[in-house]
């Protein structure tokens, strides 16, 4: 079977080369590239993320990445959204007292997590729905977190044209979303590129979609 290109974005953040290694051993074909037209031609696009909501949200429009992830997406090309760059799918970024617009691909309010010690850091489980494709055959695997913020909820409205997106959730003192499937757009809150063999697997479940 031919190897599934897939680029890790290159905006300016960090993480790139522990994704993209990640990815190779997965068994996909794998470049950190800053060239629009290479990722929106490559078979999946890997979007992660270290650091600032704004700050990431910032690059990515500089460099113009916006438009070539919506491309990819009303193409059904796939897209993965890793920590932060899962973060920046969702409308509105709050962080150090102010607001920033994210990428608006799903409606939601990134906030600081509602727990007492934060950093959250550390290996957890994930809730998911039986139909997820991206935790398939991973219900009871832990997987690697260190973020600040995240989405507590996802205000879809209920629709009979649209089918709702499948959403995981992880505890952490207060229940977050850890991951998001919709469609060709997926993301997850933790570090597959560093959760070790759990990790691995859900991204060789992400590259058998593409």
């Known amino acids: 079977m031919t190897k599934r290109s897939v680029v890790v974005l290159d905006y300016g953040s960090g993480n790139l080369r522990?994704?993209?290694?990640?990815?190779?051993?997965?068994?996909?074909?794998?470049v950190i590239s800053d060239d629009l037209s290479l990722a929106e031609e490559a078979d999946g696009l890997i979007?992660?993320?270290?650091?600032?909501?704004?700050?990431?949200v910032k690059s990515i429009f500089d460099m113009g990445a916006e438009r070539m992830i919506e491309k990819r997406l009303i193409g059904n090309r796939p897209v993965l959204g890793i920590c932060v760059g899962m973060q920046m799918m969702f409308q509105l970024g709050l962080e150090g007292g102010t607001s920033s617009i994210g990428l608006g691909q799903w409606p939601g309010v990134v906030e600081k997590l509602k727990a007492r010690v934060l950093p959250h850091m550390g290996w957890n489980t994930v809730s998911s729905p039986v139909e997820s494709s991206l935790f398939k055959d991973l219900a009871s695997e832990r997987f690697y977190f260190v973020h600040n913020f995240a989405v507590h909820q996802?205000?879809?409205?209920?629709?009979?044209?649209?089918?709702?997106?499948?959403i995981s959730y992880t505890e952490?003192?207060?229940?977050?979303?850890?991951?998001?499937?919709?469609?060709p757009l997926s993301a997850?809150?933790?570090h597959p590129e560093k959760s070790g063999d759990s990790g691995i697997a859900m991204l060789k479940n992400w590259l058998n979609q593409l």
Request: with cysteine; glycine share 8%.
């Open 18 to 30: 522990s994704a993209e290694k990640a990815l190779i051993k997965a068994g996909a074909d794998a």
């Open 47 to 56: 979007v992660p993320g270290v650091g600032a909501f704004a700050a990431c």
């Open 154 to 166: 996802i205000p879809f409205d209920e629709s009979n044209v649209l089918s709702a997106p499948l």
């Open 172 to 183: 952490y003192e207060s229940i977050f979303v850890a991951a998001v499937e919709n469609g």
């Open 188 to 190: 997850v809150q933790f």
